[in-house]
């Protein structure tokens, strides 16, 4: 990693096991943990002790739990304690009514802002203070929040969910070799918007979308 980097040693994804959810809105922090695993090369492995599918890259851990969305926080903090990392070592990526689809926004801590898995993963840590990027997924039909997150992307919103789980994984690895506030800077703005880059950052930011890149 490299110096001005920020140590991400687990990156939790939100989402809810088995096929009947697969690939839904609410399940595109699996999506791109699924992205990343597939980008390093790693095999993710059922985990009974932790209640978690998991992979390893690097140092990292890329953990998507199986307790289903609101009680994602009991896998992590399982894993927290069992391996002692520290809350400003973990980033949970969750999805986000609240921006458009393929948004992204990296925050430092705050609330869970109405996220059930969010705030399980916040009151079994016993802090606001993790991390987290959300994942824009579009606004739902006022009413109907629950059947729209539990839906799958309409076949027109593929081209920008594909966007997205790219430019997801590349601002997780960004985060990882430049720092969180670079990133933060960068991806928290949208492509048309974000500050040109130097040709080192360029550089650096093509290299990082390899996980196995990311080493300490």
Known sequence: ????GHT???LIGLGNPGREYSE???NIGFMILDRLAAKAQ???RHENKWRTELASAGQTMLSKPQTFMNLSGESTGDICRFYKIPTQEVLVILDDMALPLGKLRFRINGSAGGHNGLQSVIDHL???EVPRL???????TPGKS????????AQDERPALEQALERAAEAITYAQTRGLAAAMNIYNQSPSEKPAASPKEAADAKKSGDPKNNQS
Request: hydrophobic fraction near 45%; aromatic fraction near 12%; proline fraction near 6%.
């Open 134 to 140: 959300r994942v824009g997924i579009g606004a739902a």
């Open 8 to 10: 991400f040693r687990l």
């Open 146 to 153: 629950s059947d729209y997150v539990l839906g799958r992307f």
């Open 1 to 4: 990693m490299a110096p001005n």
């Open 126 to 128: 016993g802090t606001a």
């Open 24 to 26: 839904t809105r609410h």
């Open 42 to 44: 790693v095999p993710f």
